[in-house]
């Protein structure tokens, strides 16, 4: 049975994410708009595009991915572009965990995968999450750019991207809410940017 006397301001919900998203525009466009050129160029000259988080910033990996492997918008006829979220494999994130720690098994796939030229977005709300920091610190030995999608003060993984998008929030729900939609601006950007002719006037 619903309770009558519940009571949740959804507008308000919606207007704290709308705030967190106003101190995205003032503070980080410039950014976003840097790296998603800096994406489309890797992607360009043979790049690929490897993704790390966990929990939420997995699921945002995964969809980050997806959108580029397949398609962002319907309209844009292109070639599928190589982008590949670290966190989809079951067996070698259980073996990983098993045998060398939960806190390598991003680091692992950045070794096996990774080459000079690659990018490696990680992602963290926190930017504290070991497995991420430690996946920087190889894609940084190999020649990989690296780039932080994270939040609050950037934590531990700030200081080892060479790029770091941190949005201006604590709350994760928050950050997260703006980690896909940065995505998202990516994957426009980087259709523009490789496929002119779909968008001239």
Known sequence: MIRENFYFDVNK?????????????????????????????????GGKILLCGNGGSAADSQHIA??????????????????????VDPSIMTAGGNDIGFENVFAREVEAYGKEGDVLVGISTSGNSPNVY????????????SIGLLGGDGGKIAPLCKHKIIVPETETALIQECHIMIGHI???????????????K
């Open 134 to 145: 430690n996946a920087i610190k190889v894609a940084n030995s190999l020649g990989l750019i």
């Open 13 to 45: 919900r919606i207007e704290r994410s709308i705030e967190t998203k106003k101190k995205v525009i003032e503070h980080l466009s410039n950014i976003i708009l840097e790296v998603g050129k800096i994406l489309a160029e890797r992607l360009k000259t």
């Open 66 to 87: 997806a959108e580029l492997v397949i398609r962002f918008r319907g309209s844009v006829k292109r070639k599928a572009l190589p982008a590949i979220a670290l966190t």
């Open 186 to 200: 990516w994957c426009e950007i980087i259709e523009e940017y490789l496929f002119p002719e779909q968008f001239q």
